[in-house]
């Protein structure tokens, strides 16, 4: 059998300006739209079929191509049904690779990555926040009531007497308190102000997740300012509400809660750029690969950039142990007229 050159029509993804689509090089397409008289050189006479030299070192190979058909970038022309056809050339590693390897295309190895879904940045490369003590803000719906006790003992101990005692009178505890196996007794804060804000985020978890979550777990997200957890939860309102069939007017009540925590052990996200995957407004596919990774790692939580309010921060809190206090400070409303109209404060409370 004759042997073929590896920078010929059969090895199409060795050819100068050949984007991997299956296809001969173009200057070799000129065979076919004009095809050279039976006697013309490099032709086996009767065979219809090119020598195996002409192959290789054809005028219109690209080994011997003219330095404009060469150029990066460049455009080649060819007859296509009477209209120009113009090719794109891509720029050509430097240096000899060997035989047949001196067409390859320089490879964009970033853009490659991104372009099969893999995070730029890699959660285990973040810093690690040296512990303080924060306040941050969250506004929850006025609809979901505190669950009081969760605020009633002191520690795990006294909890589970007393829900097993209120169990037996209370068929609404369950719904109430919600799924307690998703969190451990030795996270929940028992004894602090607020500890039933604190655990409700992981004992009533959204199916369809969030932006760390898929579902399956909690996360307490929390704001820099109310004025980025109001914008955080007015997207995702305006969101939930454009799709309830026949709403065109509704007012809908919000708490303003005041949180303080401790960052212990966290990790920051916030020199992450908005670029990244991460921080993707509509696709959560990478972002929960990290909360994943920081669930199971023990990690208890992220600092990262607001996405629906840029220049602002963010927390994600993987449990809810790091909180030593949440407050209600403020009720707010929402108008929701076929769009969110208006964000109003309707009470502010004192904090302590």
Not at 11 to 40: D, E, K
Not at 156 to 183: C, H, M, W, Y
Request: glycine share 10%; hydrophobic share 35%; charged share 20%.
């Amino acid at each position: 059998m004759r042997s073929r050159s590896a920078g010929g029509a059969e090895y199409p993804r060795q050819v100068a300006g050949f984007v991997r689509t299956g296809l001969p090089h173009p200057a070799h397409l000129t065979q076919h739209i004009h095809p050279r008289p039976a006697t013309g050189p490099g032709l086996v006479r009767g065979a219809g079929r090119r020598s195996i030299a002409t192959h290789q070192h054809g005028a219109e190979h690209p080994r011997r191509a003219s330095p404009d058909f060469r150029q990066p970038r460049k455009c080649l022309r060819l007859p296509r049904d009477g209209e120009p056809q113009r090719v794109l050339q891509w720029p050509h590693a430097a240096g000899h690779h060997g035989p047949g390897r001196h067409d390859l295309p320089v490879r964009d190895l970033s853009a490659h990555r991104r372009a099969a879904g893999r995070p730029v940045v890699r959660l285990g490369s973040l810093a690690i926040s040296s512990g303080e003590n924060l306040r941050a803000y969250r506004l929850v719906n006025s609809k979901f009531p505190p669950i009081a006790l969760f605020d009633d003992v002191a520690d795990a101990k006294d909890f589970e007497a007393l829900f097993q005692l209120q169990s037996l009178t209370n068929p609404r505890l369950q719904n109430e308190i919600g799924r307690l196996e998703l969190v451990a007794r030795d996270e929940i804060p028992f004894g602090i102000t607020g500890c039933a804000y604190a655990t409700a985020p992981f004992t009533h978890v959204n199916p369809e997740g969030s932006r760390f979550s898929d579902g399956s777990f909690g996360v307490l997200y929390l704001a820099d300012s109310m004025g980025t957890a109001i914008a955080e939860v007015r997207y995702h309102q305006a969101r939930y509400w454009s799709n309830v069939p026949g709403l065109s007017y509704e007012r809908f009540t919000f708490r303003g809660l005041t949180c303080r925590f401790n960052d212990t052990g966290m990790k920051d996200a916030t020199a992450v750029p908005l670029t990244d995957p991460i921080y993707a407004p509509e696709d959560y596919s990478h972002s929960r690969q990290w909360g994943h990774e920081l669930k199971r790692t023990g990690c208890p939580g992220l600092r990262y950039n607001s996405v629906r309010s840029p220049g602002n921060i963010c927390w994600a809190l993987m449990t809810p142990r790091p909180v030593t206090s949440i407050i209600q400070t403020g009720h707010y409303e929402m108008i929701w007229s076929n769009q969110i109209i208006g964000i109003n404060r309707i009470a502010t409370l004192e904090s302590r």
